[in-house]
């Protein structure tokens, strides 16, 4: 019983420290990642505070699938696909120019590491962080192109560099060289296996989700799907990252046809309070696990320990950026190339952002702490404690240390807040409207005398809207909305006059709820769009 009370005790501080430093990163207008890892740095020197050591395999497990699937539902699977080829170099080149760069030049400034270990700390580090990379983003300003290459970069990255690190870490423990051929077959299953595995069970999601219209099986099938993909993907050896990505890609284009619009409002709900609480608790832990990393290296000389690790993040911040530059290059000839339409110049200052966006979270600390402790001969992994905390300081150099400094960064090179409202938005916002207004008209004609009334108040209404949507400063835009400001004052008026008739006892609280809830769905209707 006191080990359940310890796990109980440990789960309900992180819950509280993730709701507390949230409200301190809202108030703060910071991106909670980088509030929650410092937050639990600074938690990690309170005396009292139960040590929490992080399992690579809950990481893996628990974790990692659900978060990712979240990051693929929410991604533009036509954005995807048209940043494909640049997120491809990123996800697959720069994991291998950063492994290559690493192992090439770690001899020369960490003592003791050859290329072997070279080539484990890069496979390590190699990859970006899906939720850093969502999380701080899009809180920031930047624009949705970036946005949508560095989410897109992050999915996969995560399978590319976990293979070179099951390589590197065989080199080093066994002695054993893998061949090209061996390394090419592996990353083609790894890839080909893991997208199969995701398709074939978002299919059969799919065809389940068709024939269910019960909102809460659905949300538990949906909760479901990214684990059953990963574990049913490793169970082949295939890449469960790649499974749930897929996975995800696919059956967020299917779930307009199959969600009812009341289930759809829950699952979002649903998904968005779980994705914080895990993003929260992740980071939370990462901040935490300082005092038991340093505590490994005591006999490194924690000065040169962290002086190292300076060196090393700068070194892997270099590599970066020498690298996205020629990638964005040829990235525009082929699709110039390709193309038979002309291809936007490339940006500079966008390239940059995307070089300096390199954020490590999560998972290159579990990868790190997930490494053998013995060779094949029973002794020691070499380098094995310095390699974690080399990866720790990464993780808080970029995550901290560049996540703070992007905003500045971006209002330096004039990207943020100068798009403007988004025009594909507004261009669909004006169809819908104007199908709206013609099936109107077109069904008036059909209908009896009596009803004209009510089409008559419906066609205005959509009129207004549409207006609204053509000049913002025309008298019927501003009709329109004056319209949604009365609307929403007189709902609050119904949902005042509704609590009033609870408290007095003319109504019960299951009526007041369903009321509530009504007014709450009108409230959220028209208030779309206002809210971040």
Request: proline content about 4%; glycine content about 8%.
């Given at each position: 019983?006191?080990?359940i009370?310890?796990?109980?005790?440990?789960?309900?501080l992180l819950?509280f420290?993730?709701?507390l430093?949230g409200?301190?990163?809202r108030k703060l207008?910071?991106?909670?990642?980088?509030?929650?890892?410092?937050?639990?740095l600074a938690?990690?020197?309170?005396?009292g505070?139960?040590?929490?050591?992080?399992n690579p395999?809950l990481?893996?497990?628990?974790?990692?699938?659900?978060?990712l699937?979240?990051?693929a539902?929410?991604?533009?699977?036509?954005?995807?696909?048209k940043n494909?080829?640049?997120?491809s170099?990123l996800?697959?080149?720069l994991?291998g120019f950063t492994v290559l760069?690493v192992?090439?030049?770690?001899?020369y400034?960490?003592?003791?590491f050859d290329?072997?270990?070279g080539?484990v700390?890069?496979?390590?580090v190699?990859?970006t962080?899906?939720?850093?990379a969502s999380?701080?983003?899009?809180?920031i300003?930047?624009?949705?192109?970036?946005?949508?290459?560095?989410?897109?970069?992050?999915?996969i990255?995560?399978?590319?560099?976990?293979?070179?690190l099951?390589f590197a870490?065989?080199?080093?423990v066994s002695e054993?060289i893998?061949?090209?051929?061996?390394g090419?077959l592996?990353?083609?299953?790894?890839?080909?296996?893991?997208?199969?595995?995701?398709l074939?069970?978002?299919?059969?999601?799919?065809?389940?989700?068709?024939?269910?219209?019960?909102a809460?099986i659905?949300i538990t099938l949906?909760?479901l799907s990214?684990y059953?993909?990963y574990?049913a993907?490793?169970?082949?050896?295939a890449?469960?990252?790649?499974?749930?990505?897929?996975?995800g890609?696919?059956l967020?284009v299917?779930?307009?046809h199959?969600?009812?619009?009341?289930?759809?409002?829950?699952?979002?709900?649903i998904w968005?309070?779980?994705?914080f609480?895990l993003?929260?608790v992740?980071?939370?832990?990462?901040?935490?696990?300082?005092?038991?990393i340093?505590?490994?290296?005591?006999?490194?000389g924690?000065?040169?320990v962290?002086?190292d690790g300076?060196?090393?993040?700068?070194?892997?911040?270099?590599?970066?950026l020498?690298?996205?530059y020629?990638?964005?290059?040829?990235a525009?000839?082929?699709?110039?190339?390709?193309?038979?339409?002309i291809?936007p110049?490339?940006?500079?200052r966008e390239?940059?952002?995307v070089?300096?966006t390199?954020?490590?979270?999560?998972?290159?600390?579990a990868?790190?702490?997930?490494l053998?402790?013995v060779?094949?001969?029973g002794?020691p992994?070499?380098?094995r404690n310095?390699?974690?905390l080399?990866t720790?300081?990464?993780?808080?150099?970029?995550l901290?240390?560049?996540?703070?400094?992007?905003?500045?960064?971006?209002?330096?090179l004039?990207?943020?807040?100068?798009?403007?409202?988004?025009c594909?938005e507004?261009?669909a916002r004006?169809l819908i409207?104007?199908?709206a207004?013609?099936?109107?008209?077109e069904?008036?004609?059909?209908?009896?005398d009596r009803?004209?009334?009510?089409?008559e108040?419906?066609t205005?209404h959509y009129l207004?809207k549409?207006?609204s949507l053509h000049?913002e400063?025309?008298e019927?835009?501003?009709?329109h909305n004056?319209?949604?400001?009365?609307s929403?004052?007189?709902?609050?008026?119904?949902?005042e006059?509704?609590?009033?008739?609870?408290?007095?006892?003319?109504?019960?609280?299951a009526?007041?709820?369903?009321?509530?809830?009504?007014l709450d769905?009108?409230?959220a209707?028209?208030?779309?769009?206002?809210?971040?």
């Amino acid at each position: 019983m006191s080990e359940i009370h310890a796990v109980e005790t440990i789960f309900l501080l992180l819950l509280f420290f993730v709701v507390l430093f949230g409200i301190f990163a809202r108030k703060l207008a910071t991106p909670y990642p980088i509030v929650m890892v410092l937050g639990g740095l600074a938690l990690s020197f309170v005396p009292g505070i139960p040590s929490i050591t992080l399992n690579p395999d809950l990481i893996f497990l628990i974790f990692l699938p659900p978060l990712l699937y979240s990051s693929a539902w929410s991604t533009s699977v036509r954005d995807f696909r048209k940043n494909i080829l640049q997120i491809s170099l990123l996800a697959f080149g720069l994991v291998g120019f950063t492994v290559l760069g690493v192992s090439l030049l770690a001899r020369y400034f960490l003592p003791g590491f050859d290329w072997r270990l070279g080539m484990v700390l890069g496979a390590v580090v190699a990859p970006t962080d899906a939720i850093a990379a969502s999380a701080i983003a899009r809180r920031i300003g930047l624009p949705e192109r970036i946005v949508d290459i560095l989410e897109g970069e992050s999915l996969i990255n995560d399978a590319t560099g976990l293979l070179a690190l099951e390589f590197a870490t065989q080199i080093v423990v066994s002695e054993h060289i893998p061949t090209i051929t061996d390394g090419l077959l592996k990353l083609l299953w790894l890839t080909v296996g893991g997208v199969l595995v995701g398709l074939v069970l978002g299919w059969a999601n799919d065809w389940i989700e068709r024939r269910i219209e019960d909102a809460s099986i659905e949300i538990t099938l949906s909760i479901l799907s990214p684990y059953v993909a990963y574990v049913a993907a490793e169970s082949v050896h295939a890449s469960g990252v790649l499974a749930v990505v897929t996975c995800g890609l696919f059956l967020t284009v299917r779930s307009t046809h199959f969600f009812s619009a009341a289930t759809r409002m829950k699952v979002w709900t649903i998904w968005e309070s779980l994705t914080f609480i895990l993003n929260g608790v992740v980071f939370v832990l990462i901040g935490l696990q300082f005092p038991a990393i340093l505590a490994s290296i005591q006999e490194y000389g924690i000065q040169k320990v962290l002086l190292d690790g300076a060196i090393f993040s700068l070194l892997l911040i270099l590599l970066r950026l020498v690298w996205v530059y020629p990638g964005a290059h040829l990235a525009h000839w082929v699709q110039d190339g390709l193309s038979k339409r002309i291809v936007p110049p490339v940006n500079p200052r966008e390239v940059f952002v995307v070089g300096w966006t390199g954020m490590r979270g999560v998972v290159s600390l579990a990868a790190a702490m997930a490494l053998p402790t013995v060779m094949m001969d029973g002794s020691p992994f070499p380098h094995r404690n310095a390699i974690v905390l080399l990866t720790y300081c990464v993780i808080l150099v970029t995550l901290v240390a560049q996540g703070l400094t992007l905003p500045v960064l971006i209002r330096w090179l004039g990207l943020g807040g100068g798009e403007g409202p988004n025009c594909e938005e507004v261009e669909a916002r004006r169809l819908i409207t104007s199908a709206a207004v013609t099936h109107l008209e077109e069904a008036k004609e059909g209908d009896e005398d009596r009803w004209q009334e009510i089409y008559e108040d419906l066609t205005h209404h959509y009129l207004h809207k549409l207006a609204s949507l053509h000049d913002e400063n025309h008298e019927h835009a501003q009709m329109h909305n004056h319209y949604v400001d009365l609307s929403l004052e007189t709902l609050q008026v119904e949902r005042e006059t509704a609590i009033r008739l609870r408290n007095q006892g003319r109504i019960n609280d299951a009526v007041l709820r369903r009321i509530e809830r009504e007014l709450d769905l009108s409230e959220a209707r028209l208030t779309q769009g206002q809210e971040e």
